[in-house]
């Protein structure tokens, strides 16, 4: 019942943009907080960014810090990473996560890749 649908990923040059989209159901969107992570080959998985339940506070792995921008619709229960200035070290499957106290869901992960 509960799905997180990661969708906006693809191939993109150096310096170019992408916005990644995560389409809740089959929870109450609005009262989790989101979170995009990426796993890139061979790495961990890491946190890149972090939103409260209303939108009201974000926070961001250093190395993305200036780049990208996280955001939720909470009307289309849906949260959004908008990246810019997309580096090849960008490259990875990028997943959301919504979570509440003990709770969390996460989605399937859609790849991103950035190469010339």
């Known amino acids: 019942q509960v799905q997180l649908v990661e969708s906006g990923g693809g191939l993109v040059q150096p310096g170019g943009s992408l916005r990644l989209s995560c389409a809740a159901s089959?929870?109450?969107?609005?009262?989790?907080?989101m979170r995009w992570y990426r796993q890139a080959p061979g790495k961990e998985r890491e946190l890149v960014a972090h939103?409260?339940?209303?939108?009201?506070?974000?926070n961001y792995a250093d190395s993305v810090k200036g780049r990208f921008t996280i955001s939720r619709d909470n009307a289309k229960k849906t949260v959004y990473l908008q990246m810019n200035s997309l580096k090849p070290e960008d490259t990875a499957v990028y997943y959301c996560?919504?979570?509440?106290?003990?709770?969390?869901?996460w989605g399937q992960g859609t790849q991103v890749t950035v190469s010339s």
């Open positions: 996560k919504a979570q509440r106290v003990v709770v969390n869901y």
């Open positions: 089959g929870f109450t969107f609005s009262i989790f907080a």
């Open positions: 939103i409260t339940s209303a939108g009201g506070s974000t």
